[in-house]
């Protein structure tokens, strides 16, 4: 260990470093810096949405807001128009909205993940996670929610903890995502303080993934030639799901479990199952 010392000291005085410096190690053990504050302008909650409108438009996103079900449901259909598959994440936000069922009535292909947490996907075996991920990148569009909309920068940030797997907003060529006006948030300090204890510690592990999604995917390494959609969708949506999008729709509110075209009440059938019944297979794209 002298040794080590000594050659770090001799590297030190050559950088005009001070020999004492703390180490690494007690560097590591100092008190973390205050938030970040007054970098950037503090925005007014009342311009939290234009505000990430606004940058969201500018990294090539969608921005749409529905008033009402009737509303969310047209944007729905002219977002999906030429879709013939969807994949859905399991964000509580799309079983309020009765999604799947939804959109099976329209003759979409429609597989989602599994509900609950990494224990339950688990208990459900390998056979639907890998009938999930197939279906994701057959599929034309990706539905998820998001766990905060971050204004500041026009960012989607989306967790595993809520969405399962990240394939729905990743592989698909359009990803949609539905938000509520009460996950905007002004910063990415409130983000990561949010992040940081918005779980009981028991969750933990089912956040490990946390992505923050700043427009369409894009890239310009060949001849600075800017191409979207190479590495990850090439559209991106942002839906403003306000509180009367989930008020009890006529056709959708006895239906949320039940498999569409069986009146009878069976189970629903798994992801893979569900997309032979729709007639949609797992090609690649």
Not at 134 to 140: G, I, L, Q, R
Not at 206 to 232: C, K, M, N, P, Y
Request: charged share 20%; net charge neutral; proline share 8%.
């Amino acid at each position: 260990m002298a040794g080590r010392e000594e050659v770090i000291n001799r590297i030190r005085k050559a950088l005009g470093s001070p020999p004492d410096r703390p180490s690494a190690a007690t560097e590591r053990n100092l008190a973390l810096p205050s938030p970040l504050m007054g970098i950037l302008p503090t925005i007014p909650p009342e311009e939290l949405l234009p505000k990430f409108e606004a940058e969201f438009a500018k990294v090539a996103g969608a921005a749409h807001r529905a008033a009402n079900r009737q509303q969310l449901e047209e944007i729905l259909r002219t977002l999906l128009a030429k879709a013939n598959s969807v994949v859905l994440s399991r964000n509580p936000l799309l079983a309020e909205l009765n999604l799947a069922p939804l959109l099976r009535d329209w003759g979409k292909g429609v597989c989602v993940w599994p509900a609950g947490g990494a224990q339950d996907a688990a208990a459900a075996g390998e056979a639907p996670l890998r009938a999930f991920a197939e279906a994701s990148f057959a599929a034309s569009v990706g539905i998820t929610g998001v766990e905060f909309v971050l204004a500041e920068t026009g960012s989607l940030v989306v967790t595993s903890r809520t969405e399962g797997a990240q394939l729905a907003s990743l592989a698909p060529p359009v990803h949609v995502a539905l938000y509520r006006r009460s996950q905007l948030v002004a910063s990415l300090d409130e983000v990561l303080e949010r992040l940081s204890g918005a779980h009981a510690p028991e969750d933990a592990g089912s956040g490990r993934s946390v992505v923050f999604i700043t427009g369409t995917s894009r890239t310009a390494d060949i001849e600075q030639i800017l191409i979207r959609g190479v590495h990850g969708p090439g559209e991106v949506h942002a839906i403003l799901v306000e509180a009367e999008c989930l008020t009890a729709h006529p056709n959708n509110s006895a239906r949320g479990s039940e498999n569409p075209g069986n009146k009878s009440g069976s189970p629903k059938l798994s992801p893979a199952s569900a997309l032979r019944a729709s007639g949609t297979g797992l090609p690649g794209r």
